[in-house]
């Protein structure tokens, strides 16, 4: 049980367009969910927390503006990355939790590539 | 200001067994997390400890000491495919989830 997708796993863009990445929990109900970015040999960062029908809550230095975040079910949450840039790409990752559960699940990733 | 500190990288033998450290400082505390992740890909759960002692779950151990702001993972019979990033992470009072750096583990035949 317990198991997060994220969608796509990888995608190419190029700078000045959006790309929307989505995150869902498959078999509970996820009132939170994370959002992370991962630099290459760094640990987690995280951007934002979101609670279902809420506005996310973004951490210092993110810019909500251009992180667009939306949690608008239970079981799915976007990141929506806009006008990004070649310094946007990184390892996306995206974590869910349930109602109180103490223990976040992880989804696989996206890894976003901009040129 | 809420840290967290583990060691960046160790390297261990195939088949020996390695601790990794972590010991933290944060605003308030409702548990600690070790997960394992793979270059590339998603962290994993390894363990979760809240009370003092040792959680044992196979191969990997988890030993927590709330008074001394003090983990350990321990790594028995070490297998090549657990050369991995190790990271510890806690909770919170506000049930944020505070991040270690994370242990490169480099595993030698």
């Known amino acids: 049980g317990a198991v997060v997708s994220q969608h796509p796993s990888w995608v190419i863009c190029k700078s000045g367009t959006s790309v929307k990445i989505e995150c869902r929990s498959l078999?509970?109900?996820?009132?939170?969910m994370f959002w992370y970015r991962q630099f290459p040999k760094q640990s987690l960062m995280l951007m934002a927390t979101?609670?279902?029908?809420?506005?996310?809550?973004?951490e210092q230095g993110v810019e909500k503006d251009k992180f667009l975040i939306n949690h608008a079910s239970l079981t799915l949450s976007t990141l929506t990355v806009t006008s990004a840039h070649p310094e946007d790409s990184s390892f996306y990752i995206c974590?869910?939790?349930?109602?109180?559960?103490?223990?976040?699940?992880f989804g696989p990733g996206t890894r976003l590539t901009v040129t | 200001g809420q840290n967290i500190d583990q060691p960046t990288e160790m390297t261990a033998t195939e088949g020996a067994i390695v601790q990794i450290n972590c010991t933290y400082q944060?605003?308030?505390?409702?548990?600690l997390f070790w997960y394992q992740q793979h270059a590339g890909e998603a962290p994993t759960f390894l363990s979760y400890?809240?009370l003092d002692g040792l959680e044992e779950k196979g191969r990997f151990s988890s030993f927590l000491s709330r008074s001394k702001g003090y983990s350990y993972l321990l790594l028995k019979e070490l297998q090549m495919k657990d050369s991995a990033s190790y990271l510890c992470?806690?909770?919170?009072?506000?049930?944020?989830?505070?991040w270690g750096a994370g242990t490169k583990l480099i595993i030698k035949p």
């Open positions: 974590s869910a939790r349930g109602q109180g559960d103490h223990e976040q699940y």
């Open positions: 078999d509970f109900q996820a009132t939170t």
């Open positions: 979101s609670n279902e029908g809420s506005k996310a809550t973004y």
């Open positions: 944060t605003s308030g505390f409702n548990g």
């Open positions: 400890n809240v």
């Open positions: 992470a806690v909770i919170d009072s506000n049930y944020q989830l505070i």
